[in-house]
Nanobody, 122 residues
Framework: QVQLAESGGGLVQAGGSLRLSCAASGRSFSSYAMGWFRQTPVKEREFVAAISGSGGTTYYADSMKGRFTISRDNAKNTMYLQMNSLKPEDTAVYYC???????????????WGQGTQVTVSS
């Protein structure tokens, strides 16, 4: 069992940057693959990025490649999402999740945080 808590969301203008954090409590954090997902009231949950337990493997949705970077610091039990060149369509609630194996399928993840709001103005 792990508990996840996102932070770092807020309001930014188009073209700006934001860094999200996901703090995990529980043992064996490095054994979990982690993922970021996002959702809006008019759009279903969407995969953003994922990272293996060691940090050696990463996946990105095509629209995020080159703009977003996922990373983790296992010594701090924390995962990060660095978001650059933000667009209004990036506006959403961003969730972090944990799973035994790295995957882009949200339904496969066992643990979820409560989400943090990201709003990008134009």
């Amino acid at each position: 069992q792990v508990q996840l808590a996102e932070s770092g969301g807020g309001l930014v203008q188009a073209g700006g940057s934001l860094r999200l954090s996901c703090a995990a409590s529980g043992r064996s954090f490095s054994s979990y693959a982690m993922g970021w997902f996002r959702q809006t009231p008019v759009k279903e949950r969407e995969f953003v990025a994922a990272i293996s337990g060691s940090g050696g493997t990463t996946y990105y949705a095509d629209s995020m490649k080159g703009r977003f970077t996922i990373s983790r610091d296992n010594a701090k039990n924390t995962m990060y999402l660095q978001m650059n060149s933000l667009k209004p369509e990036d506006t959403a609630v961003y969730y972090c999740a944990a799973n035994q194996v790295i995957t882009a399928r949200g339904s496969a993840y066992d643990y979820w945080g409560q989400g943090t709001q990201v709003t990008v103005s134009s």
